[in-house]
């Protein structure tokens, strides 16, 4: 089957199934109460995730087995990651885990990604530093999700179009795992953000955001970027996972330098994120997220250049991406200001 029907398939049954996971929220009681950076001024259903994660595995077996047969260990143990991510998710929405359970639990995910075959190898042939650099990225992308799960669309927006250029970039290559994968994944944040964007009517949760985080990560990992038979005209293909991802990394690493700074826990959630700091600057949450998802593509885009382009255009790729988050960092900073912070 062709990537664009896995999509549609995983569209139509996500837009079909979040209704059902309304229902089920109220019902079971996975509710998000008003309160402290809350922007909903009623309880809001939060098992938007289950609905994405039924979505994806439907598109992946409508694929049919002869697509993904070579690569069942692999395909296994993503489908396994993802469950237990959206399985700690769920646990986290439910009793508010503390930071080291979930961190814990967060590695085992990761490790059982890196135990069906998933690797970052950048070139570097030793297995345990292949194992660590795995877990660590897994594990980084899982949170940089989870913390961009902050305004209505954004965290389903943003892991659409990244899904989407995954896919691409694996169609390029003829993978049809990874790009069976991620036309489910795009093809299920599509179906589900009608009812998340503009005005959610059900929240992804961190059910939600943990499973787009593992996906994604995992995606980044599956496709090959330099090509050793065809070879591309640089090294810096490598870099399309971060490029791709950039938004979500610059706020992990923004947010948490910004608590470390204040003497706040890096877990600790508040309203300094990029989203939040681009309302402070007279956005409205809706363009805020329109922007974000603008950015996203800027930066994918540039990075799919990456496949095929010479030296100097691959620096001009990498120099683009340090002016988008070096905007990003100025935007933020002025967002600051304007709220009085003076960080």
């Given at each position: 089957?062709?990537?664009?029907?896995?999509?549609?398939?995983?569209?139509?049954?996500?837009?079909?199934?979040?209704?059902?996971?309304?229902?089920?929220?109220?019902?079971?009681?996975?509710?998000?109460?008003?309160?402290?950076?809350?922007?909903?001024?009623?309880?809001?259903?939060?098992?938007?995730?289950?609905?994405?994660?039924?979505?994806?595995?439907?598109?992946?077996?409508?694929?049919?087995?002869?697509?993904?047969?070579e690569d069942g260990r692999h395909l296994a143990g993503i489908l396994g990651g993802a469950a237990l991510a959206l399985a700690l998710g769920l646990v986290d929405d439910r009793r508010d885990l503390k930071a080291a359970p979930k961190l814990m639990g967060q590695l085992l995910i990761a490790l059982v990604a890196a135990a069906s075959g998933l690797r970052m190898t950048l070139f570097i042939p030793v297995p345990a530093l292949q194992w660590l650099l795995t877990v660590l990225w897994l594990v980084t992308v899982m949170n940089a999700l989870n913390f961009m799960d902050n305004m209505d669309g954004l965290c389903s927006g943003v892991g659409a179009i990244c899904a989407l250029i995954f896919g691409g970039i694996a169609m390029a290559h003829g993978q049809p795992l990874a790009a069976t994968l991620a036309a489910a994944l795009a093809g299920a944040l599509l179906g589900f953000l009608p009812w998340n964007f503009p005005r959610a009517r059900i929240f992804l949760g961190d059910g939600g955001s943990h499973l787009v985080g593992f996906l994604l990560g995992a995606l980044a990992l599956l496709p090959s970027y330099y090509q050793h038979r065809n070879p591309s005209p640089t090294l810096l293909p490598v870099l399309i996972p971060l490029i791709v991802l950039a938004l979500p990394l610059f706020d992990l690493v923004a947010v948490m330098w910004q608590r470390w700074r204040q003497g706040v826990p890096v877990y600790i959630g508040d309203t300094n994120h990029i989203s939040h700091r681009f309302v402070r600057l007279g956005l409205s949450p809706v363009a805020a997220v329109t922007v974000l998802y603008l950015l996203t593509l800027v930066l994918g885009f540039g990075a799919v250049l990456l496949l095929w382009a010479p030296p100097w255009v691959a620096v001009l790729v990498v120099a683009q991406t340090l002016g988008v988050l070096a905007v990003v960092t100025a935007m933020q900073y002025f967002g600051a200001r304007r709220n009085g912070s003076g960080r």
């Open positions: 089957m062709q990537p664009w029907l896995t999509l549609i398939i995983a569209a139509v049954a996500a837009f079909a199934l979040t209704p059902l996971a309304r229902l089920a929220s109220r019902w079971l009681g996975f509710l998000d109460d008003p309160g402290y950076r809350k922007i909903h001024a009623e309880p809001m259903p939060l098992l938007g995730g289950v609905a994405v994660f039924a979505a994806v595995a439907l598109g992946v077996l409508a694929a049919g087995p002869a697509e993904l047969a």
